[in-house]
């Protein structure tokens, strides 16, 4: 679709974007009970900062971002000790009980007409603004919203109850489903409130989206983008973010 658009169309599409707010939405609120560590895993130490440090930067210093709001939890200690604590594009709320509830929380702060929603995890630090770019680029062709993703690369296997494998499953069409996600901010609040009152279980923003019947555009994301859950993926991290540094 995108190819064969006339250059007129998508000079409008520019500017018509140009004028729509994105504001980031970061989750913040979790414990981070599989990490295990003695503080909520988004305030662990990576390199010069902290995890939530360097994914609230790497979110502020991006041109197109015109906001970051992110969601905390409400016994949270440590988010004032952080270096972008005040930065005067930040703006944070009170997460809830799911990320979902926390994702809702801090919507419920952006009041900017026709906003954009980039919605990312604190525990993805390694996240690239060339990623971004790319995501933000998509909303011409996928103007219902896309989400980062990356191809499944192993055999995929469906387990049995006793441990076995049942089958091996067709990997396809199978895509793993990563942050950022962009939607238009008010579709995804009323999509995701209305998700969460019907007692859906909502782990992504398209999860809401999909429910309420839209079909997000998938937009493949460099497989750097991890999410820290388990202990090992710190040094993994680690590695990542010195090797992004040593290529810029
Ligand atoms: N009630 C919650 C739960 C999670 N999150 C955030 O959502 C993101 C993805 O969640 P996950 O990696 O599962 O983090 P935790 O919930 O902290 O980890 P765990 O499930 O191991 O406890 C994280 O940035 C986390 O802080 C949130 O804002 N509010
Ligand atoms: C949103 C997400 O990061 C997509 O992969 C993920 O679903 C959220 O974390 P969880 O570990 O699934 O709770």
Redesign the pocket.
Known sequence: MQGTMKQSETQFDNEAYASQSVVAIVPAAGIGSRMGANRPKQYLPLLDSCILGITLQLLLDHPDIARVVVALHSQDQFFSTLSQAQHPKLHTVEGGLE?ANSVLAALQNVHETNAWALVH?AA?PCLTHQDIDRLLAARQQFPQGAILAAPVRDTMKRASADGCVASTVSREALW????PQLFPAQELQRNLAAAIAAGIQV??EASAMEWAGVHPGLVTGRSDNI?I?HPDDLPLATLYLRHQREQR
């Not at 793993?176 to 942050?179: D, G, I, R, S, V």
């Open positions: 990320r995890d993805r793993h489903a990563l942050t782990t992504d999410k859950t």
